[in-house]
């Protein structure tokens, strides 16, 4: 797999993900929870949707392919940990696990991109 199209693949998923309480935090808190601070939310929610946008960019370069590799997993660690822990402690919602397989679903993918190929090829 090329770790420069995973990323633009999982750039689009945190674009969408992001931008959803961003378009209509009604419809994101009516799934997610009722968060206390919509701006809080709003800022939270921005932080995925500029890595999603940043990631639909990434050049075909061999250095911008191992960038794309370490967002891929930083991204699938971060976000599934919050929901890991806060969901137990009764702070959100269940529904947020929902968030957190999917992006934990991006390890497998992580995983499969290996290492760089040629630089034209990434």
Do not use: K
């Not at 209509?24 to 701006?39: D, K, N, T, Y």
């Not at 939310?41 to 995925?48: C, M, N, V």
């Not at 590799?69 to 806060?86: C, D, E």
């Not at 402690?89 to 968030?99: D, E, H, Q, S």
Request: with cysteine; charged share 15%.
């Amino acid at each position: 797999m090329n770790p420069v199209l995973v990323a633009r693949d999982q750039g689009m998923f945190n674009l969408v993900g992001g931008g959803w309480p961003l378009l209509h935090l009604r419809s994101f808190e009516w799934f997610f929870g009722p968060r206390a601070e919509g701006r809080l939310q709003r800022t939270t929610a921005g932080l995925p949707a500029t890595a999603g946008w940043s990631m639909l960019f990434t050049p075909a370069t061999t250095g911008a392919a191992r960038q794309a590799r370490r967002r891929v997993w930083g991204r699938a660690v971060t976000l599934p940990a919050v929901g890991l822990v806060y969901v137990p402690m009764g702070r959100i919602r269940p529904t947020c696990l929902v968030n957190a397989v999917m992006r934990a679903g991006w390890l497998p993918v992580r995983r499969r991109c290996g290492r760089p190929g040629p630089a034209a090829g990434g």
